[in-house]
Nanobody, 124 residues
Framework: QVQLVESGGGLVQPGGSLRLSCAAS????????MGWYRQAPGKERELVAV???????NYADSVKGRFTISRDNAKNTVYLQMNSLNPEDTAVYYC??????????????????WGQGTPVTVSS
C-alpha cells in the first residue's frame, strides 16, 4: 500500500507562484511513476504532469513552460512548482502514484493511489 499526502495549496494572485508537495509512504519501492492531476468545479479530472521512476517527465500543453515537476528521492517527495499562475489554474490538485508489483513470479500487477487533494485558487 502507498499513502500520499499533498500540501502547499492555497490562494495566490494571478502571476504568482506556488509549490505543491506530495509525500509518499508505505511500499514506495513499488512506485513506477507519480504525477499531478487537477479537477476544477464542473470539469473532469485532467493530468497536469507526470514523472517516472527513471526521471522522465511529461506535461499538459496548458502548463508547459510554467509548471515543473520534480522529485526528492531521499524525502520520498514529489513537487510541482507552479509559476505564472492564472485563474484557469484554479482547481483541486491531486497527487497520483502508480505501483508495479508481482502477485506471483512473472505476474506483474499495476495499482493506482491518490492523495486527498489540495485546493489551489488563483484570484485577485
Amino acid at each position: 500500500q502507498v499513502q500520499l499526502v499533498e500540501s502547499g495549496g492555497g490562494l495566490v494572485q494571478p502571476g504568482g507562484s506556488l509549490r505543491l508537495s506530495c509525500a509518499a509512504s508505505g511500499s514506495i519501492f513499488s512506485i513506477n511513476a507519480m504525477g499531478w492531476y487537477r479537477q476544477a468545479p464542473g470539469k473532469e479530472r485532467e493530468l497536469v504532469a507526470v514523472i517516472t521512476s527513471g526521471g522522465s517527465t511529461n506535461y499538459a500543453d496548458s502548463v508547459k513552460g510554467r509548471f515543473t515537476i520534480s522529485r526528492d528521492n531521499a524525502k520520498n517527495t514529489v513537487y510541482l512548482q507552479m509559476n505564472s499562475l492564472n485563474p484557469e489554474d484554479t482547481a483541486v490538485y491531486y497527487c497520483h502514484a502508480e505501483t508495479l508489483w508481482y502477485s506471483s513470479p512473472s505476474r506483474p500487477e499495476v495499482d493506482d493511489y491518490w492523495g486527498q487533494g489540495t485546493p489551489v485558487t488563483v484570484s485577485s
